[in-house]
């Protein structure tokens, strides 16, 4: 922590959890097993996001490829995500913490649904750490969401089709309302993105950990961020152009 410039901070990191069924395997155990396990690295990834002063937190939890799963493993995670709100929800209104779904929600079982109502509804007035979480997500199933929304307004006359620009897209996407991640995180060991915010991600810094999820700690996410702190930002610049604007 003493290494770490809390003044270089990303505002918004994303992170794909990853490994929870092959930890769970290295235990012996089944995949739920694994998952089970996954809540505890949650709630200390949150808390230490929170005490470093992160702003934005992406958690991709299920993509709606996950659906293809065993009929057992998807029926136990839908549980674990209710028992889990449940749970949470109150200490993360206690620490100001404001919750947010993305994705397909509509394919969720209604309890399932309900859990997350009631969960946005008791934290939509925290001011602090917005923690979003990807459910039932796919980056492609949003992209032809939001291109659906743009092809409605030009139908109906609200825009022209000249009037379509990068903003138009951006603020048609699930997370119109949250700024584009400059760190992503993924754990044990896969170097992809897995049809994850692939527009919001465009710019990005990437970081790929062997860790599995289960074991993905405070001391990971510090190492993650000085990484990323080492990194030069340049956005298409020059490096000479990028120093000349720190200046």
């Known amino acids: ?83 889990t709100i449940a749970k949470e929800v109150p200490d993360l209104h206690k620490n100001n913490i404001k919750l947010h779904f993305i994705g397909n929600l509509s394919m969720l079982p209604d309890e399932a649904k309900k859990a997350l109502e009631d ?25 032809v969401e939001a291109t659906k929304k743009i092809a409605e307004k030009v139908k109906n006359g609200e825009m022209s089709v000249d009037q379509i620009t990068e903003t138009t897209l951006s603020e048609s996407l699930a997370t119109s309302a949250f700024p584009d991640p400059e760190l992503m995180i ?10 994850f915010l692939l527009f919001q991600l465009a710019y990005a810094e990437l970081y790929f950990t062997d860790t599995r ?4 700690r405070k001391a990971d996410l510090v190492k993650a961020l000085l990484d990323y702190q080492s990194r030069e930002r340049r956005f298409g610049k020059t490096s000479a152009q990028v120093q000349t604007n720190d200046i």
């Open 213 to 216: 999820w289960p074991d993905f």
């Open 119 to 143: 969960a946005t509804q008791q934290t939509a007035q925290n001011t602090g750490l917005s923690l979003i979480i990807a459910l039932s997500y796919s980056s492609r199933w949003e992209l």
């Open 1 to 83: 922590m003493e290494n770490l410039d809390l003044n270089r901070l990303p505002k918004h990191v994303a992170i794909i959890m990853d490994g929870n069924g092959r930890w769970a395997k290295e235990q012996g155990e089944d995949r739920l097993f694994g998952h089970y396990h996954g809540v505890a690295s949650v709630r200390k990834v949150v808390e230490a996001a929170t005490e470093i002063g992160i702003k934005y937190l992406t958690l991709y939890a299920f993509s709606t490829e996950n659906w293809d799963r065993p009929a057992q493993e998807v029926t136990g995670l839908m549980t674990l995500f209710v028992d």
């Open 186 to 195: 993924r754990t044990s060991g896969e170097c992809r993105i897995s049809n």
